[in-house]
């Protein structure tokens, strides 16, 4: 049996990575092997370059930095690809939703930003983390990084609705995170135990008609 793929996504300060990191320990003590993945990935050459242009270190134009972004999802594609049909269950902190959502909240045209993705492994399920900003603003507000201010991120979390309307309900859940980091944790778990061991054997290509 392949392992299940797991996309996380949502807006900053919505408690993703701490639920990402909960996620991998259940699902480890369960005895499902699991990898995790973070998009973006720092540790590669291109990583590099996103990370410095997201701590404003570096400048790029929106298109240059969009296609960095889904590189870096590329160049790691048939690992993802390989363990899934190795059996391993692969945990995704951020894919390729979040490169469209923010690149289009820029201003670039929708289509134009999901032409590089198109094709990458398409996840089982993602998990979408909604929290509205003046929650996010209470819990400490956004940091320094580029993409962290308010009105952005009320753009990006628009455009996150536009692209879960095109999956069914089995593909894409929205969970409610301004709960208790113990409420949220308990929502992930359902649909993750739910999903593990009953994918299809196929993994498919994301946005291919
Ligand atoms: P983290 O704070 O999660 O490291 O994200 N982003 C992310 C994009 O603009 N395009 C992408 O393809 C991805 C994966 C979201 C850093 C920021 O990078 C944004 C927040």
Not at 96 to 111: C, D, H, T
Not at 130 to 137: H, L
Not at 180 to 198: D, N
Request: with cysteine; aromatic share 10%.
């Amino acid at each position: 049996m392949r392992g299940a793929f797991i996309v996380v996504e949502g807006l900053d300060r919505s408690g993703k990575t701490t639920q990402v990191a909960n996620l991998q320990a259940k699902l480890e003590s369960s005895g499902t092997p699991v990898k995790l993945f973070k998009f973006p990935d720092r540790t590669t050459a291109i990583g590099q370059m996103i990370d410095s242009y997201l701590r404003s270190q570096s400048e790029l134009d929106d298109q240059a930095i969009h296609l960095l972004f889904s590189a870096n999802r590329w160049e790691l594609a048939t690992s993802i690809e390989s363990l899934l049909e190795q059996g391993t269950t692969v945990v995704c902190d951020r894919y390729a939703f979040s490169g469209v959502a923010f690149s289009a909240a820029k201003g670039l045209p929708l289509e134009w930003c999901r032409a590089p993705d198109s094709g990458l492994p398409a996840p089982d399920l993602t998990i979408f983390f909604d929290i509205s900003p003046e929650a996010a603003r209470a819990r400490g507000g956004y940091g320094e990084e580029r993409y962290e201010k308010e009105q952005l991120q009320r753009r990006v979390r628009e455009l996150f609705d536009v692209l879960a309307s095109e999956f069914d309900d089995e593909r894409w859940v929205t969970v409610d995170a301004g709960r208790s980091k113990e409420e949220v944790a308990g929502e992930v778990w359902k649909y993750a135990a739910a999903l593990v061991g009953k994918v299809s054997p196929q993994v498919d290509k994301l946005w291919v008609p």
